[in-house]
């Protein structure tokens, strides 16, 4: 995209779940499944009326297969998709195929013949919505610390400014209000320490979880 400006795709590559420092990897940096996304980022680009994927989420991570899904709805043209990720297939496709007694016919529902497999199926996609519920959770922790982090830069910069003017003035009902505004911003900052070390907690244990996992 050399005639786009850097926000713009940036904000294609967050689509695909680029994002932050990520956009700045390198090729060789990045993992099986990552390299299949930005592969098809790039091939989406060309605008191409037909996508023919052979499961595409091989070697992906929860977080890259969301957005993949996230990609393939967006997607315009049409999609014929292999894969043994029901989840997928259900999220993204409106027709179903599969193969029994050797013969392709159609259905109504995706689902594994085997009964056995079928289970063991329907408990994979208990996982992985336990999984993705979790995964959101843990999105929206580290946007919120981000904002948190953003005010505490704000905060600290007013109250370091009202030091200084306060330093400077010789009106004494001047310096009253500042130091009354002071002790409202140094309340909030003090609220918003807490709150990122809270975060920062939750964070923690959910990192050591994920990597027993």
Not at 140 to 153: F, G, I, P, W
Not at 187 to 209: A, C, M
Request: hydrophobic letters at 35%.
């Amino acid at each position: 995209m050399p005639e786009k400006p850097d926000y713009v795709i940036r904000a294609y590559a967050g689509r695909f779940g680029f994002k932050g420092e990520d956009v700045f990897k390198t090729i060789s940096s990045l993992s099986g499944g990552e390299r299949q996304i930005l592969a098809l980022a790039k091939i989406l680009l060309r605008k191409p009326n037909l996508l023919i994927l052979d499961e595409p989420t091989n070697h992906m991570d929860l977080e890259t297969v969301e957005a993949l899904e996230d990609a393939l709805k967006e997607y315009k043209g049409s999609i014929l998709l292999v894969s043994h990720d029901l989840e997928l297939i259900r999220n993204v496709c409106n027709r179903f195929l599969t193969i029994k007694g050797h013969t392709l016919i159609e259905i109504d529902e995706p689902l594994f013949f085997s009964k056995e497999k079928e289970k063991e199926e329907k408990q994979k996609n208990v996982d992985f919505e336990e999984k993705k519920r979790m995964r959101n959770q843990l999105k929206n922790m580290k946007k919120r610390l981000e904002e948190l982090q953003l005010r505490e830069k704000e905060l600290s910069e007013k109250i370091e400014e009202l030091d200084k003017r306060m330093h400077i003035t010789q009106n004494y009902v001047d310096i009253m209000d500042m130091d009354k505004e002071k002790n409202i911003l140094e309340t909030e900052l003090l609220s918003v320490f807490e709150e990122i070390d809270t975060l920062n907690e939750k964070l923690d244990i959910w990192e050591k979880s994920d990597k027993e996992e």
